[in-house]
Protein backbone atom coordinates (compact mmCIF):
# COMPACT_ATOMS: atom_id res chain seq x y z
CA UNK A 1 0.00 0.00 0.00
CA UNK A 2 3.02 2.55 0.91
CA UNK A 3 4.62 1.74 -2.16
CA UNK A 4 1.93 2.51 -4.34
CA UNK A 5 1.48 5.16 -3.07
CA UNK A 6 5.03 6.46 -3.21
CA UNK A 7 4.76 5.18 -7.08
CA UNK A 8 1.64 7.77 -7.44
CA UNK A 9 2.97 10.91 -5.73
CA UNK A 10 6.52 10.49 -7.58
CA UNK A 11 5.08 11.08 -10.48
CA UNK A 12 2.81 13.69 -9.43
CA UNK A 13 5.67 15.51 -7.68
CA UNK A 14 8.00 15.43 -10.80
CA UNK A 15 4.93 17.23 -12.94
CA UNK A 16 3.79 19.70 -10.40
CA UNK A 17 7.11 20.95 -10.17
CA UNK A 18 8.20 21.11 -13.52
CA UNK A 19 4.52 22.69 -14.95
CA UNK A 20 4.57 25.22 -12.08
CA UNK A 21 7.76 26.44 -14.08
CA UNK A 22 6.78 25.84 -17.08
CA UNK A 23 3.62 28.03 -16.73
CA UNK A 24 4.95 30.60 -15.20
CA UNK A 25 7.80 30.99 -18.17
CA UNK A 26 7.86 33.91 -21.21
CA UNK A 27 9.48 31.05 -23.22
CA UNK A 28 8.16 30.68 -26.71
CA UNK A 29 7.49 27.18 -28.84
CA UNK A 30 6.01 25.30 -26.21
CA UNK A 31 5.79 22.21 -28.53
CA UNK A 32 9.25 21.53 -30.46
CA UNK A 33 10.41 25.23 -28.85
CA UNK A 34 12.25 26.29 -26.16
CA UNK A 35 9.51 26.06 -23.97
CA UNK A 36 9.39 22.64 -24.69
CA UNK A 37 13.19 22.01 -24.53
CA UNK A 38 12.92 24.07 -20.98
CA UNK A 39 10.25 21.36 -19.96
CA UNK A 40 12.07 18.21 -20.89
CA UNK A 41 15.43 19.79 -19.64
CA UNK A 42 13.70 20.71 -16.48
CA UNK A 43 11.78 17.37 -15.65
CA UNK A 44 14.81 15.23 -16.59
CA UNK A 45 17.26 16.97 -13.69
CA UNK A 46 14.32 16.79 -11.33
CA UNK A 47 14.18 12.94 -12.30
CA UNK A 48 18.25 12.52 -12.24
CA UNK A 49 18.52 14.53 -8.87
CA UNK A 50 15.81 12.41 -7.12
CA UNK A 51 16.38 8.95 -8.22
CA UNK A 52 19.42 8.31 -10.48
CA UNK A 53 20.14 9.77 -14.35
CA UNK A 54 19.89 6.18 -15.66
CA UNK A 55 16.16 6.63 -14.52
CA UNK A 56 16.26 8.83 -17.63
CA UNK A 57 17.21 6.14 -19.98
CA UNK A 58 14.15 4.75 -19.16
CA UNK A 59 12.11 7.22 -19.91
CA UNK A 60 13.66 7.72 -23.58
CA UNK A 61 13.61 4.40 -24.19
CA UNK A 62 9.86 4.34 -23.13
CA UNK A 63 8.57 8.08 -24.10
CA UNK A 64 10.48 9.09 -27.40
CA UNK A 65 11.21 6.31 -29.51
CA UNK A 66 9.43 7.07 -32.49
CA UNK A 67 11.91 8.31 -34.26
CA UNK A 68 11.10 11.58 -35.32
CA UNK A 69 13.01 14.72 -34.91
CA UNK A 70 10.66 15.91 -32.06
CA UNK A 71 11.71 12.61 -30.33
CA UNK A 72 15.68 13.37 -31.15
CA UNK A 73 15.23 16.82 -29.93
CA UNK A 74 13.27 15.52 -26.81
CA UNK A 75 16.40 12.26 -26.11
CA UNK A 76 19.12 15.40 -26.54
CA UNK A 77 17.61 17.74 -23.61
CA UNK A 78 16.62 15.17 -21.10
CA UNK A 79 19.80 13.71 -21.60
CA UNK A 80 21.25 17.67 -20.62
CA UNK A 81 18.91 17.70 -17.66
CA UNK A 82 20.46 14.28 -16.72
CA UNK A 83 23.22 15.98 -16.58
CA UNK A 84 22.44 19.00 -14.23
CA UNK A 85 20.57 16.59 -12.18
CA UNK A 86 23.51 14.53 -11.54
CA UNK A 87 25.79 17.54 -11.08
CA UNK A 88 23.18 19.61 -8.86
CA UNK A 89 24.95 19.80 -4.98
CA UNK A 90 21.20 20.71 -3.64
CA UNK A 91 17.49 20.84 -5.40
CA UNK A 92 17.39 24.58 -5.35
CA UNK A 93 19.95 24.77 -7.79
CA UNK A 94 18.40 22.75 -10.36
CA UNK A 95 15.96 25.16 -12.19
CA UNK A 96 18.15 28.02 -12.38
CA UNK A 97 21.52 25.95 -14.11
CA UNK A 98 18.06 24.49 -16.60
CA UNK A 99 17.16 27.83 -16.89
CA UNK A 100 21.29 28.78 -18.28
CA UNK A 101 21.12 25.88 -20.15
CA UNK A 102 18.14 27.06 -22.63
CA UNK A 103 19.57 30.15 -22.09
CA UNK A 104 22.43 28.84 -23.86
CA UNK A 105 20.75 26.70 -25.95
CA UNK A 106 20.29 26.97 -30.50
CA UNK A 107 18.04 25.46 -32.82
CA UNK A 108 19.91 21.95 -33.62
CA UNK A 109 22.23 22.41 -31.32
CA UNK A 110 25.93 20.87 -32.64
CA UNK A 111 26.91 20.10 -29.05
CA UNK A 112 25.75 17.57 -26.95
CA UNK A 113 26.27 19.71 -24.27
CA UNK A 114 23.66 21.92 -25.32
CA UNK A 115 20.06 22.36 -25.32
CA UNK A 116 18.48 22.57 -28.51
CA UNK A 117 15.01 22.55 -30.55
CA UNK A 118 13.13 22.88 -34.11
CA UNK A 119 13.43 25.65 -36.05
CA UNK A 120 10.12 27.89 -35.50
CA UNK A 121 8.54 26.94 -38.50
CA UNK A 122 8.23 23.75 -36.82
CA UNK A 123 6.67 25.15 -33.14
CA UNK A 124 3.27 24.17 -32.35
CA UNK A 125 1.00 26.32 -30.28
CA UNK A 126 0.33 24.96 -26.69
CA UNK A 127 1.77 22.10 -24.81
CA UNK A 128 2.27 18.71 -25.37
CA UNK A 129 1.34 16.98 -22.25
Same mark, same amino acid.
Given at each position: ??????????????? %?? %? !??????? %??????? #???? @?????? @?????????? @?? @????????? +??? #???? /?????? /? /?? =??????????????? +???????????? =?????????? !??????? +? +? #????
Amino acid at each position: MLASLIMAAYPTFVL %TY %T !WSHVLQS %TLPGGRH #GPLD @AYRHTL @ASAVVAYTLH @AR @AIDLVNGVM +ERR #GKRS /NQMDIH /N /NL =IGAGIGSRADRFSDI +EPAVARSVAAGR =IDAPSPDQTT !WLPPGDW +E +E #GFAW
